[in-house]
DNA sequence: GTACCAGTGAGCACATTGCCCAGTCGGAGC
DNA sequence: GCTCCGACTGGGCAATGTGCTCACTGGTAC
């Protein structure tokens, strides 16, 4: 489970430069090609290393506006609100969560008019009891591993 | 910005098979390898396509626990919390928002334990007034973009 | 009609991949 | 101390995919 140093390195640069084959990457840290081969295919039967599917941008898509809703369920209704939220395609996310509500899910929509069509649908389903909407104005932070992945190599180099 | 029927089946295709390449999705979508490659180009150059970094998993790298944490931070400081937010490796994702609070965070930590130091560390900054957190138990639908996609696509050939 | 754009199918040199091997090194166990 | 084992190295191989170019076709806009 816990990843060394060398293998953080392999996916800090994986991360930076996705194009780099495993030929360039062995150049690059210095190492022979087999064991960086090894490593991702160690990484990758770990499951440290999902896949490498591509980052798709919603906005460049046409849905511009992002939006984080908070759901209430009526109890015992949890299984058929998660199959229905499952068939609404702005539904990028979903969690259940412990705290003032039940489910957090992240919704896009192709503008704010469209959003209350998205929350229309989403809320458009008996289980749910109230929606909370919150909508995304700025994202200072995009999803990112590479931090993560340091301080994970780091953790381990001291063990 | 708007894709069409071929661009969406490229997409999907790449998203679930990543590892293919131009070569053998052109076989599989029955259209030639240049066609292929000039809209792969173009989804790219568009910023429709951001990349293709590895997913890594923070559970598997021994970050199990994932929460999200809604903020509230005193006026004109904004700037001042981003900063400190990015700088702390357990925070994937930061937003601002509209709503009741200011910012919502992704955290991860390694324990329920854990996560009490992790939000030390989020709180413990001057701009920061109040902060309440819910943890993720369950995670039905993972991210994805594949619906997305296959919705925008249709959408377009309508048009 | 002409110009233009997107797609086709083919060809080319080149780099990379996946796979195999023999040899080295360091640590764990006896 | 000795041996076994796993990880890494550096090399070599055939097969495949890539990036690029070309001439040609069909549809569309002017």
Redesign the pocket.
């Known amino acids: 489970m816990a990843i060394d140093h060398?293998d953080g390195r392999i996916i800090v640069l994986l991360a930076r430069e996705p194009?780099i084959?495993?030929?360039?990457m062995s150049r690059r840290l210095?190492?022979?090609?087999?064991?960086v081969?090894?490593?991702l295919d160690r990484l990758q039967s770990n499951g440290v290393i999902r896949g490498f599917g591509p980052e798709v941008d919603p906005a460049a898509l046409g849905y511009p506006v992002t939006a984080f809703a908070t759901l209430q369920i009526r109890q015992g209704q949890g299984a058929d609100v998660r199959a229905h939220l499952a068939t609404v395609p702005e539904v990028l996310e979903l969690h259940t969560t412990t705290g003032t509500g039940d489910m957090l899910c992240r919704l896009v929509a192709r503008s704010n008019a469209d959003l209350q069509r998205v929350i229309d649908r989403v809320v458009g389903f008996d289980g749910i009891v109230r929606a909370s909407t919150a909508i995304v104005m700025e994202n200072p932070v995009p999803l990112r591993i590479i931090p993560l992945v340091e301080q994970a190599a780091e953790d381990r180099d001291r063990t």
Chains 1, 2 share one sequence.
């Open positions: 060398l194009r084959g495993v030929l360039e210095g190492v022979a090609r087999g064991t081969q090894a490593r």
